[in-house]
């Protein structure tokens, strides 16, 4: 497949040119991706889907990489939606063992590259080991302030605002709230994402044009970039073009442009 599909430069509003420096915005700060496309990879070389995942491991280990050295601050991947259980037992086994196997090898090195781990997701259904490796990464990480990785991991978008609701919600049953006092920053605050800022750009790779139950509240801005690669092919000069295309958008949040 091809690099990305590019966003149409000649729109008002889009710097036109590469050397029009002027009128290029600032670069995002958080990128979020949906990993998409392991199984395609896979299939397209008579190999097995799990095979796709591991390499999509060593996708994310690139773009983990690229992200710090690109000065970004926050990479969040979505590397097992809640909808995720629907595939066989063994393809969500492999996928449970690449997070084991992702936390066990890559947690002191990412420490000592000042990467934050971070799992973004619900902790139902997941077991007392797995919630184990993940508290342990996350504490271990938690003062590090180079970049935070944001791992979603059994993660649905609708199921973290409902999460939210129903923590605001016991809140508001409790006294301790009123129905009044909900508002989008309560609201924020109450997610998954709370701790971090809210993405600027989502990529998904694949050539696929979904969300898939991704961020849904805190992407409500982002500017969605739709890549014709497949995940395991993702490179730092992928990620490059994404962020160049990125800083040619022109971002309103509703208004008009300057
Ligand atoms: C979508 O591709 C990808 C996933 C469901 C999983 C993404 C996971 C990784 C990249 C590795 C896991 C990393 C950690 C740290 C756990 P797909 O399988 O749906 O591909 P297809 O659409 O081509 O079938």
New binding site residues.
Partial sequence: MSEPKSTSPALPGAATTPGDVATLRAPPRHVAII???????A?ARGLP?AL??KE??E??RRAVEASRELGLTHLS?????TE?WNRPPAEIDA?FD??RM?VRRDLARLHRDGVCIRIIGSREGLSEEILGLIDEAMERTRDNTRLTLN?A?NYGGRGEIVSAMQAIARDVEAGRLKASDVNEALVSSTLWTAESPDPDLVIRT?G?LRLSNFLLWSGAYAELMFMDI??PDFTRESLEKAIDAFRRRDRRFGGLSA
């Fill in positions: 990993m998409d496309g392991n199984g395609r990879w299939k889907r796709g995942h999509g491991v996708a994310l991947v979505y590397a097992f939606s995720n996928l690449l997070l992702f791992i991991f694949s696929e497949w995940w």
